[in-house]
């Protein structure tokens, strides 16, 4: 007998920015990408996923481990279209792989086929990513592509806000977490405030969120918090930790097996704004 482990479910959120929006403590917080924008970020995520299952007289324990680490050490915006966007050359470090663990087996470790490469991507207005590297991107690789390198998904209010200001989030987390249009999804986002931190202005940025949600015949339930750095002026995610936790329960492998489990996530990120390089951007414009 098999639990599915839903290792997929968590995924690393990489918030839009936050920029002042006239005097005073109002803020239009939002992602404003611009052409040559320079950035570098080295993030991880772990998350452990332990089920029991019976059937019958029949039970057995299963566990999952999962780690991802991605390392850019320099990222550059070449294209903006309806101000998001939508090119992009990455540079990976090396040190960019990812590693899962099933039960008591050998940890099985994968290179991230760019390590080590820059690579061009852009979105096209279809919605296809184009590359200029050979091999294209399937399954994790995809998601990792769309919600994390390419995508900047935001959270924010949508109008200017205030320090201490909460509003809702709920929508945005959806493509984040796969989730379907019944599940059941609360985020709260908060501005906690902004502050002078090495000379920039920064954002500091709170999240709480609750998801019912079902996954592979279970009905799932997680709760996240999460504490993000935001520059101001760039909107760039120069910190965040994230922490959650996921409690599964039902009955699997069409009603035979009943099945509980439990799991955990935990990311960190730490990024960095590069100062304006001398390489030229071929090709590129900011669309409207």
Same mark, same amino acid.
């Given at each position: 007998m098999r639990i599915?482990?839903?290792?997929?479910?968590?995924?690393?959120?990489?918030?839009?920015?936050?920029? !002042?929006?006239?005097?005073? *403590?109002?803020?239009?917080? *939002?992602y404003r990408p611009v052409v040559g924008l320079r950035v570098a970020y080295e993030e991880s995520i772990d998350t452990t996923m332990?089920?029991?299952g019976a059937n019958g007289n029949r039970s057995a324990t299963e566990s999952e481990k999962f780690h991802r680490q991605l390392v850019v050490s320099e990222e550059v915006v070449t294209e903006v279209r309806g101000? /998001? !966007?939508?090119?992009?050359?990455?540079?990976?470090?090396?040190?960019s792989w990812w590693a899962s663990k099933r039960n008591e087996q050998p940890a099985t470790k994968t290179r991230l086929i760019y390590a080590g490469k820059t690579v061009n991507f852009r979105v096209t207005p279809e919605g296809k990513i184009e590359q200029d590297f050979g091999v294209q991107p399937k399954g994790e690789l995809m998601r990792l592509l769309r919600n994390q390198i390419l995508g900047r998904t935001s959270l924010f209010a949508g109008k200017p806000v205030a320090a201490g200001e909460r509003w809702r989030a709920d929508d945005a987390l959806r493509p984040m977490l796969d989730l379907q249009s019944g599940d059941t999804v609360s985020a709260i986002v908060t501005l906690k405030g902004v502050r002078e931190q090495e000379g920039r202005q920064v954002a500091d940025i709170g999240m709480s969120a609750g998801v019912l949600a079902t996954k592979s015949e279970l009905h799932v339930e997680m709760e996240l @918090?999460?504490?993000?750095?935001?520059?101001?002026?760039t909107g760039v995610a120069v910190k965040g930790d994230l922490t959650g936790k996921?409690?599964? !329960?039902? $009955?699997?492998?069409?009603?035979?097996?009943?099945?509980?489990? /439990?799991?955990? $996530? @935990?990311m960190h990120h730490s990024g960095r704004i590069l100062p304006a390089g001398d390489r030229a951007v071929a090709g590129v414009a900011n669309g409207g």
């Open positions: 599915t482990i839903l290792g997929g479910l968590f995924v690393v959120f990489v918030f839009g920015a936050a920029r !002042a929006a006239g005097a005073g *403590s109002v803020y239009d917080l *939002s332990k089920g029991d101000g /998001e !966007a939508v090119g992009r050359r990455i540079t990976f470090g090396p040190n @918090e999460g504490a993000f750095v935001i520059d101001v002026q996921c409690r599964m !329960a039902g $009955l699997a492998v069409h009603g035979t097996v009943k099945v509980t489990g /439990e799991g955990s $996530l @935990e």
